[in-house]
Nanobody, 125 residues
Framework: QVQLVESGGGLVQAGGSLRLSCAASGRAFSTSPMAWFRQAPGKERQFVAFINWSGSRPYYADSVKERFTISRDNAKNTGYLQMNSLKPEDTAVYYC??????????????????WGQGTQDTVSS
């Protein structure tokens, strides 16, 4: 069992940066692939980034490539999403997600077993 809590969201101007954290409880986190998703008002939740349990093989949505970086520190049971060069269209509630086993379809939200409550990020123009 893994419990996830996001933090680090807020209001930032376009071009700015934010760093989100996802604190996990439960020993299973260090062996759990994790991902970040986001949901803008009136839109479906969409995939943002994925990282496997060891911290290798990050994968990004095209819309955030070269601007966002996903990472994790298993010793601290924490995942991160560094977001740079933010744009107004990045405004959304950001969620971290994890799964206790291999993820067959990493961009599919329904593959993940554990979710945080979300953190609001707002980028002003």
């Amino acid at each position: 069992q893994v419990q996830l809590v996001e933090s680090g969201g807020g209001l930032v101007q376009a071009g700015g940066s934010l760093r989100l954290s996802c604190a996990a409880s439960g020993r299973a986190f260090s062996t759990s692939p994790m991902a970040w998703f986001r949901q803008a008002p009136g839109k479906e939740r969409q995939f943002v980034a994925f990282i496997n349990w060891s911290g290798s093989r990050p994968y990004y949505a095209d819309s955030v490539k070269e601007r966002f970086t996903i990472s994790r520190d298993n010793a601290k049971n924490t995942g991160y999403l560094q977001m740079n060069s933010l744009k107004p269209e990045d405004t959304a509630v950001y969620y971290c997600a994890a799964r206790s086993t291999f993820v067959p379809a990493i961009t599919d939200q329904y593959e993940y077993d554990y979710w945080g409550q979300g953190t609001q990020d707002t980028v002003s123009s």
